[in-house]
C-alpha cells in the first residue's frame, strides 16, 4: 500500500509538473513569436551574455580574495593597494555590466509584456469572448481586467527575473564548483571523531548536501503558498472591482442613500481579503522562520566548514577567506531555489491564471450554438426561431418574419418575453436557441437600451466604434446641434464619462453615433425610452429623413412616431400562438 500510494503521489507531482510546463510553454511562446520576436531573441541573447558576465566578475573576485588578504597577511603595502585598485576596476566593469543588462532587460520586459497583452485582448475579443465569458453558467473566469493588467505584467516580469537568474546561477555553478575544487584539495579527517575515513574535496560534498537538505525543507514549508498567492489576487481584484463599480454608479447609490450598503459590501470585500491575508502571511512566517536564518548565515558557514583546513595546515589565512568565499558562491549558487521560492510560488500562481484565461477565451469564442447564421439574403429572414434562456427557460418562437430594406418595424411586447434576446440573436451571438437567421453581412448597427460611453470625449463617443477622423469633426459638431445636444460642445478635455449626461442626452449621443454611421439597417432596443413624446417624435422624424433607405427595426413599448409607414409585429402573439402549439 505505501509503495502504491509513494507512485500515486509521483504520478500526480508528474502530472503537475507537465502541466505547468505547457503554461509556460504557450505563454513564452507568445512572446516569442510576436512580430519583432527574432528582434527580441537577440535581445535576449545580449542581456543573457551581459548577466552572465556576474559569474566572470565573481570568478574574478574570489582571485582577488586571495591575493589580497594574501597581501594584509604579510602586510605588504604596496600590494595591498594595487588589489585595493584591481578591486576598483573590478566592481566598476561589473556595475556598468549590470546597470546595462537592467536597462535592456526592461525594454525586452515592455515588449514582452505588450505581446502578451496584445494576445491577451486579441482572445478576449474575438467572436463575443469577453460576452461568452460573462454569461458563462460555469468555469467563469473573474476579473479578467486584472488577468490582462496585472497578470500579463507580473508574468513576464518574473519569468525575465527568474530565468536569467536560474542562467547565471546554472552556468555559475559549473565555474565555482571548479575553483572550489581545486582550492579544497585536502581531504577532511573525522579520525578525531573515532571514524577512521578521510573525505576528499569535502568542501564540494558540505555544498552540495547543505543545499539540497534545505531545499526540501523549504519546499515543505512553502508549498501551501501557490493557492494562498493565487486566492489573494483574486480577493484584491474583487474589492477593487466593488470600489470601481460603485464609482460609475454614483447617481443610483446618492438617490437610494445606499452608502451604508456599499461600505457594508466594502467590509465584506476587504474582509474577505484580510482573511486571506492572515493565511498568508502566516504561512509565510513558517517559511520565513527557516529561510530568514539561512539567508543570513549562508556567508558564515563556509568560514566554519573551511576551518579545519586552516586548522590543519593546509591553508594560509588567505587561502581560507578564498576557500570560504568560493564555497559562499557555490551555496549561494544552488540555493536559488529557496532564495526565489516566494517569488516562484507567485509566478506559478500567475502563470496558472493568465493560461486558464487565454484558455478559457479561446474556448468561448467557439462557442457552439444551435442558431444558424447565414449573410446570403438582401432582406432580414428569421425562420423557425426559437429563444432560451442560458438554464432553457423558453422566451420567443418566431415561426417566420421578414424585413425588408428600407422598412419600419416595430416589434412590441410584454416585458421580459426576449426582444432584448432577440436583438443579440440577429447580431449574431446569443448561442441559447434553434433556428435561422439570414442577414446582410455589412451596413447593421444596433443601439442597446442603454448608451456605451467610451472613454473619451463627446466626438469620439459619436465616432465609436470608428475615430473621429473617420467621420470628420465638423461632422460630428453637426450631428450633435441636430440632436439638441450642442450645448455639451466645447467640454475641453472632459471625458464623455465624466460629463454627468442624462439618460435623455446619452440617447441623443446614440442617435447622433447612428447618424455618423448611416447604416442601412438599425436596430434600436428602447433607444429613445428617456425622452418625452415631442423629443422622440422629432428625433424620429429627423433619423427618417436623413436616412431615408435605412430599415429600422424599432423595439419599444410605445409606437414610434413620425417614421413614416411602420408595421408592427406583436411578439406576444407570436409567442402565444406558439406556447399554444
Given at each position: 500500500?505505501?509503495?502504491?500510494?509513494?507512485?500515486?503521489?509521483?504520478?500526480?507531482?508528474?502530472?503537475?509538473?507537465?502541466?505547468?510546463?505547457g503554461q509556460?510553454?504557450?505563454?513564452?511562446?507568445i512572446?516569442?513569436?510576436?512580430p519583432?520576436?527574432?528582434?527580441?531573441?537577440?535581445?535576449?541573447?545580449?542581456?543573457?551574455?551581459?548577466t552572465?558576465?556576474?559569474?566572470?566578475?565573481?570568478?574574478?573576485?574570489i582571485?582577488?580574495?586571495?591575493?589580497?588578504?594574501?597581501?594584509?597577511?604579510?602586510?605588504?603595502?604596496?600590494?595591498?593597494?594595487t588589489?585595493?585598485?584591481?578591486?576598483?576596476?573590478?566592481v566598476?566593469?561589473?556595475?556598468?555590466?549590470?546597470?546595462?543588462?537592467?536597462?535592456?532587460?526592461?525594454?525586452?520586459?515592455?515588449?514582452?509584456?505588450?505581446?502578451?497583452?496584445?494576445?491577451?485582448i486579441?482572445?478576449?475579443?474575438?467572436?463575443?469572448?469577453?460576452?461568452?465569458?460573462?454569461?458563462?453558467?460555469d468555469?467563469?473566469?473573474?476579473?479578467?481586467?486584472?488577468?490582462?493588467?496585472?497578470?500579463?505584467?507580473?508574468?513576464?516580469?518574473?519569468?525575465?527575473?527568474?530565468?536569467?537568474?536560474?542562467?547565471?546561477?546554472?552556468?555559475?555553478?559549473f565555474?565555482?564548483?571548479?575553483?572550489?575544487?581545486?582550492?579544497?584539495?585536502?581531504?577532511?579527517?573525522?579520525?578525531?571523531?573515532?571514524?577512521?575515513?578521510e573525505?576528499?574535496?569535502?568542501m564540494?560534498?558540505a555544498?552540495f548536501?547543505?543545499?539540497?537538505?534545505?531545499s526540501?525543507?523549504t519546499?515543505?514549508?512553502?508549498?501551501?503558498?501557490?493557492?494562498?498567492?493565487?486566492?489573494?489576487?483574486?480577493?484584491?481584484?474583487?474589492?477593487?472591482?466593488?470600489?470601481?463599480?460603485?464609482?460609475?454608479?454614483?447617481?443610483?447609490v446618492?438617490?437610494?442613500?445606499?452608502?451604508?450598503a456599499?461600505?457594508?459590501?466594502?467590509?465584506?470585500?476587504?474582509g474577505?481579503?484580510?482573511?486571506?491575508?492572515?493565511?498568508?502571511?502566516?504561512?509565510?512566517?513558517?517559511?520565513?522562520?527557516?529561510?530568514?536564518?539561512?539567508?543570513?548565515s549562508?556567508?558564515r558557514?563556509?568560514?566554519?566548514?573551511?576551518?579545519?583546513g586552516?586548522?590543519?595546515?593546509?591553508?594560509?589565512?588567505?587561502?581560507?577567506?578564498?576557500?570560504?568565499?568560493?564555497?559562499?558562491?557555490?551555496?549561494t549558487?544552488?540555493?536559488?531555489?529557496?532564495?526565489?521560492?516566494r517569488?516562484?510560488?507567485?509566478?506559478?500562481?500567475?502563470?496558472?491564471?493568465?493560461?486558464?484565461?487565454m484558455e478559457?477565451?479561446?474556448?468561448?469564442?467557439q462557442?457552439p450554438?444551435?442558431?444558424?447564421?447565414?449573410?446570403?439574403a438582401?432582406?432580414?429572414?428569421?425562420?423557425?426561431?426559437r429563444?432560451?434562456?442560458?438554464?432553457?427557460?423558453?422566451?420567443?418562437?418566431?415561426?417566420?418574419?421578414?424585413?425588408?430594406?428600407?422598412?419600419?418595424?416595430?416589434?412590441?411586447?410584454?416585458?421580459?418575453?426576449g426582444?432584448?434576446?432577440?436583438m443579440?440573436?440577429?447580431a449574431?451571438?446569443?448561442?441559447h436557441?434553434e433556428?435561422?437567421?439570414?442577414?446582410?453581412?455589412?451596413?447593421?448597427?444596433?443601439?442597446?437600451?442603454?448608451?456605451?460611453?467610451p472613454?473619451?470625449?463627446?466626438?469620439?463617443?459619436?465616432?465609436?466604434?470608428?475615430c473621429?477622423?473617420?467621420?470628420?469633426?465638423?461632422?460630428?459638431?453637426?450631428?450633435?446641434?441636430?440632436?439638441?445636444?450642442?450645448?455639451?460642445?466645447?467640454?475641453?478635455?472632459?471625458?464623455?464619462?465624466?460629463?454627468?449626461?442624462?439618460?435623455?442626452?446619452?440617447?441623443?449621443?446614440?442617435?447622433?453615433?447612428?447618424?455618423?454611421h448611416?447604416?442601412?439597417?438599425?436596430?434600436?432596443?428602447e433607444?429613445?425610452?428617456a425622452?418625452?413624446?415631442?423629443?422622440?417624435?422629432?428625433?424620429?422624424?429627423?433619423?427618417?429623413?436623413?436616412?431615408?433607405?435605412?430599415?429600422?427595426?424599432i423595439i419599444?413599448?410605445?409606437?414610434?412616431?413620425?417614421?413614416g409607414?411602420?408595421r408592427?409585429?406583436?411578439?406576444?402573439?407570436?409567442?402565444?400562438?406558439?406556447?399554444?402549439?
Open positions: 500500500m505505501g509503495a502504491q500510494r509513494a507512485s500515486t503521489l509521483l504520478n500526480l507531482a508528474g502530472d503537475h509538473m507537465l502541466k505547468l510546463a509556460f510553454q504557450r505563454l513564452i511562446a512572446c516569442i513569436r510576436h519583432g520576436g527574432t528582434a527580441n531573441l537577440a535581445l535576449l541573447g545580449l542581456v543573457i551574455a551581459l552572465l558576465g556576474s559569474v566572470y566578475a565573481s570568478v574574478r573576485l582571485e582577488w580574495t586571495g591575493a589580497f588578504y594574501s597581501a594584509i597577511e604579510k602586510i605588504d603595502g604596496p600590494a595591498i593597494l588589489q585595493i585598485g584591481v578591486f576598483a576596476v573590478i566598476g566593469l561589473n556595475s556598468a555590466r549590470h546597470l546595462l543588462a537592467e536597462y535592456l532587460r526592461k525594454i525586452l520586459e515592455i515588449r514582452w509584456r505588450q505581446a502578451l497583452t496584445e494576445k491577451a486579441a482572445l478576449w475579443t474575438a467572436d463575443k469572448a469577453y460576452w461568452h465569458m460573462a454569461n458563462a453558467d468555469d467563469r473566469v473573474d476579473n479578467p481586467d486584472q488577468r490582462i493588467a496585472e497578470d500579463c505584467r507580473l508574468f513576464v516580469r518574473g519569468v525575465l527575473s527568474e530565468a536569467l537568474d536560474l542562467i547565471s546561477r546554472v552556468v555559475g555553478l565555474s565555482f564548483v571548479a575553483v572550489l575544487w581545486a582550492l579544497s584539495d585536502f581531504p577532511l579527517n573525522l579520525a578525531p571523531l573515532g571514524i577512521d575515513i573525505i576528499p574535496h569535502y564540494v560534498w555544498a548536501l547543505y543545499v539540497a537538505i534545505s526540501v525543507v519546499h515543505f514549508l512553502g508549498k501551501p503558498l501557490k493557492p494562498l498567492f493565487a486566492a489573494q489576487q483574486h480577493r484584491e481584484a474583487d474589492f477593487r472591482y466593488a470600489m470601481a463599480r460603485w464609482r460609475s454608479n454614483f447617481d443610483e446618492a438617490l437610494a442613500n445606499g452608502e451604508e456599499e461600505v457594508r459590501l466594502f467590509r465584506q470585500r476587504f474577505a481579503l484580510a482573511q486571506n491575508w492572515r493565511r498568508l502571511i502566516r504561512r509565510e512566517f513558517v517559511l520565513g522562520s527557516f529561510t530568514y536564518p539561512f539567508n543570513h549562508v556567508l558557514i563556509p568560514l566554519f566548514v573551511a576551518l579545519p586552516y586548522i590543519g595546515g593546509h591553508v594560509a589565512f588567505g587561502g581560507l577567506m578564498q576557500l570560504s568565499n568560493a564555497f559562499s558562491q557555490v551555496v549558487t544552488l540555493s536559488w531555489f529557496i532564495f526565489s521560492y517569488d516562484l510560488a507567485d509566478l506559478v500562481a500567475t502563470a496558472a491564471r493568465l493560461d486558464d484565461f478559457n477565451a479561446r474556448r468561448r469564442a462557442t450554438s444551435a442558431i444558424t447564421h447565414l449573410d446570403r438582401k432582406s432580414l429572414q428569421l425562420t423557425g426561431l429563444l432560451r434562456t442560458p438554464d432553457h427557460r423558453h422566451l420567443l418562437d418566431i415561426p417566420q418574419l421578414s424585413v425588408r430594406p428600407g422598412e419600419c418595424v416595430w416589434l412590441k411586447g410584454a416585458s421580459g418575453i426582444k432584448s434576446t432577440l443579440r440573436a440577429i449574431g451571438y446569443w448561442p436557441g433556428g435561422e437567421v439570414d442577414r446582410p453581412r455589412e451596413g447593421w448597427m444596433f443601439l442597446p437600451q442603454v448608451t456605451y460611453l472613454l473619451g470625449s463627446l466626438e469620439e463617443a459619436v465616432a465609436y466604434p470608428a473621429v477622423n473617420d467621420i470628420g469633426p465638423e461632422v460630428i459638431k453637426t450631428l450633435l446641434t441636430e440632436v439638441g445636444l450642442a450645448h455639451r460642445l466645447g467640454a475641453g478635455g472632459v471625458s464623455v464619462v465624466d460629463a454627468g449626461l442624462s439618460g435623455g442626452e446619452q440617447q441623443r449621443l446614440a442617435l447622433a453615433r447612428l447618424l455618423a448611416g447604416p442601412r439597417w438599425a436596430m434600436l432596443d433607444a429613445t425610452s425622452l418625452d413624446a415631442a423629443s422622440e417624435a422629432q428625433l424620429l422624424h429627423h433619423l427618417r429623413e436623413r436616412l431615408p433607405d435605412t430599415a429600422f427595426i419599444a413599448h410605445r409606437p414610434p412616431q413620425a417614421l409607414d411602420v408592427a409585429i406583436d411578439l406576444d402573439v407570436a409567442r402565444d400562438d406558439a406556447v399554444a402549439a
